[in-house]
Structure formats: C-alpha cells, structure tokens
C-alpha cells in the first residue's frame, strides 16, 4: 500500500496531477463519497491482506492487468470486469495489482457518471487513437489519485502514533 516517491503528497500537487482546475476541485474529489468508498475498500482489503508495505504497482501494470484480464475469456454473460477483478483481489489477498485495479475501476465507473465528468479532465487532444490515450491518461490520473490518498492515511497514522506517543511519555512524566 506503499506510495511511490513520485506520488502527489499535497492537495495542490494533487490538483495538478489530475490537471483539475481548481485546488478546490481537488479537495472536493477526495470528499465525495464515491472516491471515499472506493479507498475505503481498497485500505480495508489491504490492511486485512497485511499487504501494506508494499509498493503501488504503477498505471502501466493497472493497465495490463485489466487488458490481460479483459481478454482471459473469463469474463461471462454474469460476470463483469469487476466482478472478476473484485474475486482475484478475494483469492490473492497479498497482492496489491488486484486491489489497485479494482479502485481503479471504481474510480473509472465513478468518472464516466454524471457525477464524476467534471473530475475527468483528460489530455485536451483529439487524434487518431485518442480514445485509447484517454484511457491510458485516465489510469495514469487514477493511480495518481490513489497514490494521494496512500500517502494520506499513512501520514495520518503517522501522526495519531506520534500524538499517542507524546501522550503516553507525558503520563509517564507526570
């Protein structure tokens, strides 16, 4: 669950990252509830996996594990892409490419809603094999956002052993 070293480790660097507008269009990303849902499962898998320490794997390997997966002929009239990613990330708890493709593809469902277009601000050109650069560019902002919010919550823990630290050598020097 580790972040790269090349992860946006602030709102702002996050704002550009995903080439959003606006600071606070970035901050309002990270609120809403779809975005929170998606990290949330994703943490909660890791965490119970113990898979934290690891590194994220990156956009390209998202990518072709979707592909790969995409293509396997596993996927059937009542199994979806998700469906079928969301039960490897099951039978390979220890392995984040599975966790990490799976929030990507949320986030991915979540940017194509009518809620999530204002979020989805691709590369801004329009080519031969643009709709295939859009979705590279869009894996490459998911894991971006993912990496943010890594970063985040392992500050955040950070922090809480920090404060209960100074707190219990307070009490000991009381």
Not at 90 to 114: D, Q, W
Not at 118 to 135: C, F, I, K, N, S
Request: a positive charge.
């Amino acid at each position: 669950m580790s972040a790269p070293a090349k992860a946006p480790k602030t709102i702002e660097e996050l704002q550009i990252a995903l080439r959003l507008k606006q600071k606070s269009d970035a901050e309002a990303l990270v609120k809403t509830d779809d975005v929170k849902e998606a990290y949330r499962k994703y943490a909660n898998r890791c965490l119970s996996s113990g898979s934290t320490r690891q590194e994220l794997p990156g956009w390209d390997e998202v990518d072709q594990y979707l592909m790969d997966t995409r293509l396997s002929g596993r996927l059937g009239r009542r199994q979806t892409l998700e469906d079928v990613v969301a039960e490897d990330s099951y039978n390979r708890p220890h392995e984040l490419l599975p966790h990490a493709s799976l929030f990507a593809l949320r986030i991915m469902a979540f940017l194509k809603s009518r809620k999530g277009r204002q979020y989805d601000v691709g590369p801004g050109t329009r080519r031969v094999g643009a709709d295939e650069d859009l979705q590279f560019d869009r894996c490459v902002r998911i894991m971006a956002l993912l990496a943010f919010l890594v970063h985040q919550s392992r500050e955040s823990k950070r922090q809480r052993e920090v404060a209960a630290m100074r707190e219990a050598m307070q009490v000991v020097i009381e």
